[in-house]
């Protein structure tokens, strides 16, 4: 552990000269900040070092392979944070009058119009500042298409065991009953449990395609058709779009309603969480209920229309995470509709070149072939008196950030591998032949892969310690000490 | 440019090892929808290379007009230090994921909890989490936490909150899970007389932001006592950088204080990616929403950090999670801890008092040149509204400054009808305000 920039009693820097003014506050002391803030007194020079040796104990895609399922962990194109780091981007600000900032609004149109082509949508919002804030948009939007055909009964969203953990929390939150189905044998949708809960009082089915098992709901056009027959709307959940783009429209599946993760999908940055952008995608019925404002062309003019008497309003302060579209529109400028396609392309071929490769040590339990992640299954590992954290724990000592572990929730064990485009196939190699290691590792010394990692700043923490007796600030920390 | 690494026969390898020609020849996807309308239908041009892309960018930056401006609203234009770029630039933070794997990702953990320790004490609250998206979500989610604590529905909420953050909360009504009970505020601040004749026992929680969107510094005190005694929750809205002057949220016993971060090291950024603060009392924090980072020990028994308190979260409650937040604004609150750690404490006091000077000396100006008068004669910090003899006379102003390239003020027609010849000015130190005093003295 780096000590606490608390702990400094240095002198800060003068970033600005004192002013005099008149000196005087003319506000009540009551109403005034008496107390010391208990900002650090750290000078910029030890300031710069405690964060750059911060930043040594963080793994990024630029330190290594990330595998992380259903995150899509790409290479992110230095070029945009060129791009996204111009003063003309960063100083505009979202108030001042539109004639200052027909860049940006040309950029989210045209934006717009490139995602509706990927997509096959009608209309785009860009106010969701990630995936899961593009979910509760799409569910808001499908309560209001349903309000305004005065269809109220509507009070159920239906999701697959097997989908992402936002998806129910979205539904719920947006005050809808949650009806979870189960998975078939082949990991996809079952089309009888599906009939068996659809009926008048479903609002819409929310959908993973590929699923999160990387495998393609093959049925997709009859469950489309189930959904809509019944009254309901599709909502495509984005985070699997990757080995889509270029191939398959989510409009031409039968969607009404998609949030894209421009932070997966499209390139941009994690952030080590955020900020993402979830951009929502909507069909020709659903656009009368997008968010204000929407952009308007008109000749080389773009402005703002917030004249959408049936709109639901708005979901962000703003615009949405402009800077962070920025990123986007100019990643899929860089690639073009060839450079899309390869990428779908790759994507699908790693993620089954090292599927073919990593069978053999760990049971695959749903065989089929498929798109951009699969998951396997580390019962295994049991026999060794192991688990599939052990595993992930023992790739770190290898190099590697850990796949995404124990998701899904209908795969005992899980481990859900996502090697993404950007890797090249010597990478996926060494990947297989550090995988079999491992493997053999298990059966030979367990304890290796049990008290793994060895060579992190930090053993196995404690969870449940952290949890029983939280410790949030460095003043509980410091009254902990006591 | 398409950022994939192989080489042809690489590739090919990859395609004959699975046998294959096309990927569909694996899925087997409906070619009703396989490829269907990419053909035909596709507006993406070609690839381009970097310095075609490069060139791409200019061209749209530059019909971004650059101007000065005196525009706030709940976005400033403050100075960043240089290092607060360089440090958020470093590819190990801004390239990383969320900290799932802590062994991984110590540092970024580390970080986080700093942020919530700085977060905690600027705000003088027990417990921050590690953001929200933006200050209007952060509302909503203050809104919801109100009603999952007390598990009543009421909401007052005054007129003179930022609007931009009460049309997200209208929004996210759309099923009616709130009574939102408006109360206008013609003066300027909120009267705890409307308060209290609008309280009652099925009120969970009373929203008060100061200063307010009008500048305003609110008598947080009595509205807070009142509050209290009727037995209400207190969210706090606040501009963080105003704490180097106006009292904190938990000096006044708020139960939950939101915020918009930007002003702490963001830049204003066509207003995103902006950070959504959240602050609460430790009773609360098992209902806070989000990421919270929390110190542990680790085998050998040193300190270390994880993500903790997840039995809230969305991907182990599922519909049982009381918010669907997953991505966050990680690398924002990061730039909101450089920021804060560089001016430190008497950094930030000071860029507070100049934001007040600056704004009271401009205010000054226009109404001693009688060009408009103060809306509200109530203490302001760094913004306030001018209300001018017309709303001809506001354009006049206006547009004579806009000539002169300065950006006056924000028309509070566009979110009060009656507010027709009302302007919002905010001020901070990227004001040249010496320049300013010069055009205000040519006007005519």
Request: hydrophobic residues 40%; aromatic residues 10%; proline residues 5%.
């Amino acid at each position: 552990m780096e000590k606490f920039i608390f702990e400094y009693k240095e002198k800060s820097e003068l970033y600005l000269k004192k002013e005099e003014g008149d000196g005087k506050v003319e506000i009540s002391k009551d109403l005034l900040q008496k107390k010391e803030l208990g900002l650090p007194n750290i000078s910029e020079g030890t300031l710069v070092r405690h964060f750059t040796n911060l930043s040594r104990n963080n793994f990024g895609v630029d330190n290594g392979f990330y595998p992380l399922g259903s995150c899509t962990m790409k290479y992110n194109p230095k070029v945009n944070e060129k791009i996204a780091g111009n003063d003309k981007f960063l100083n505009s600000h979202p108030l001042m009058d539109e004639e200052y900032f027909q860049g940006n609004l040309e950029l989210l149109y045209n934006m717009g119009e490139m995602l509706k082509s990927i997509s096959g949508m009608a209309g785009i919002t860009f106010q969701p500042a990630a995936g899961a804030h593009g979910e509760v948009t799409g569910i808001m939007l499908i309560r209001a298409y349903h309000n305004f055909k005065k269809d109220t009964k509507r009070n159920k969203i239906i999701v697959p065991d097997s989908s992402h953990g936002t998806n129910p929390a979205t539904a719920a939150i947006a005050d809808f009953e949650v009806v979870e189905i189960r998975s078939n044998k082949d990991g996809l949708v079952d089309l009888n449990a599906l009939k068996k809960v659809l009926g008048p009082d479903t609002a819409a089915l929310m959908l993973t395609n590929p699923n999160t098992l990387g495998l393609f709901e093959k049925e997709i056009l009859t469950i489309s058709k189930m959904v809509h027959d019944a009254g309901a709307l599709l909502y495509y959940d984005g985070a699997n779009l990757n080995p889509l783009l270029g191939r398959v429209r989510v409009a031409d599946m039968g969607f009404d309603v998609v949030h894209f993760n421009l932070h997966k999908s499209f390139s941009t940055p994690h952030g080590g969480g955020g900020p993402g952008s979830g951009p929502v995608g909507v069909s020709k019925d659903i656009l009368p209920f997008l968010p204000v404002p929407i952009i308007k062309k008109d000749k080389d003019l773009f402005s703002f229309n917030y004249d959408l008497k049936n709109s639901i309003g708005h979901v962000h302060s703003f615009y949405g995470n402009f800077n962070v579209i920025v990123r986007a529109y100019f990643y899929i400028l860089e690639l073009g509709i060839e450079g899309l396609r390869k990428v779908s392309e790759k994507a699908i071929l790693n993620a089954n070149y090292l599927k073919e490769k990593l069978k053999k040590y760990l049971e695959l339990p749903y065989k089929s072939n498929c798109l951009h992640e699969f998951v396997l299954s580390g019962e295994k590992l049991k026999a060794f008196g192991l688990h599939t954290t052990d595993l992930a724990k023992r790739l770190i000592d290898y190099g590697y950030h850990p796949p995404t572990i124990y998701f899904p929730l209908i795969v005992p064990e899980a481990i859900m591998i996502e090697p993404v485009e950007t890797e090249t196939k010597e990478v996926l190699d060494k990947f297989a032949r550090d995988f079999e290691k491992i493997m053999n590792e298990a059966s030979s010394q367990p304890d290796l892969l049990k008290e793994a990692p060895h060579n992190t700043p930090v053993k196995r923490l404690d969870d449940v310690m952290a949890a029983r007796n939280p410790v949030l600030t460095f003043d509980d920390y410091e009254s902990s000490n006591k | 440019m398409d950022f994939i690494p192989d080489i042809k026969d690489d590739i090919e390898q990859l395609r004959s090892f699975l046998n294959i020609q096309d990927v569909n020849d694996l899925l087997k996807i409906d070619p009703l929808i396989y490829l269907k309308k990419f053909e035909s239908h596709s507006i993406l041009p070609e690839g381009l290379s970097e310095k075609e892309v490069m060139n791409e960018a200019s061209l749209l930056q530059n019909k971004n007009r650059s101007i000065e401006y005196y525009i706030g609203g709940g976005i400033y234009h403050h100075y960043i230090p240089a290092m607060v770029d360089e440090i958020s630039s470093r590819s190990e933070f801004y390239t990383s994921y969320t900290p799932y794997q802590p062994e991984l990702s110590q540092g970024y953990l580390q970080a986080m909890f700093e942020y919530q320790s700085v977060i905690s004490r600027l705000t003088s609250m027990e417990v921050s989490n590690s953001s929200l998206y933006d200050g209007a979500t952060a509302l909503v989610e203050a809104v919801n936490m109100a009603f999952n604590i007390t598990r009543k529905n009421e909401i007052i909420i005054p007129s003179n909150i930022n609007p931009h953050y009460l049309n997200v909360l209208k929004t996210y009504n759309i099923s009616n899970r709130f009574q939102l009970n408006f109360v206008p505020t013609p003066e300027g601040i909120v009267s705890a007389d409307d308060i209290r004749t609008r309280i009652s026992d099925n009120t969970a929680a009373v929203v008060l932001q100061n200063p307010n969107f009008f500048g305003l510094v609110e008598d947080v005190n009595s509205i807070s006592r009142l509050v209290k005694e009727k037995g209400a929750l207190l969210i706090a809205v606040f501009y963080p950088l105003s704490l180097g002057l106006l009292k904190s949220p938990g000096d006044y016993d708020t139960d939950i204080a939101i915020g918009e971060g930007q002003s702490l090291g963001l830049y204003p950024s066509f207003g995103g990616p902006l950070l959504g603060i959240i602050a609460t009392k430790k009773k609360y924090m098992r209902k806070l929403p989000g990421r919270l980072v929390g110190m542990t020990n680790d085998s050998d028994d040193n300190k270390g950090f994880v993500l903790t308190l997840q039995a809230r979260e969305q991907h182990i409650r599922r519909k049982m999670a009381f918010s669907n937040i997953c991505s966050n604004q990680a690398l924002c609150a990061l730039r909101s801890l450089l920021y804060c750690s560089a001016m430190g404490e008497e950094g930030l006091r000071n860029v507070a008092l100049i934001n007040y000077s600056r704004a009271h000396k401009v205010a000054r100006l226009i109404t001693d040149k009688k060009i408009a008068k103060l809306k509200f004669n109530l203490p302001f910090f760094n913004e306030f509204v001018l209300e001018f003899s017309s709303e001809k006379e506001m354009s006049r102003f206006r547009n004579y400054l806009k000539k002169q390239n300065v950006l006056f003020g924000l028309p509070l027609i566009k979110y009060y009808k009656e507010y027709n010849k009302d302007l919002l000015v905010s001020t901070t130190e990227m004001n040249d305000t010496d320049r300013l005093k010069d055009l205000i003295v040519q006007f005519k």
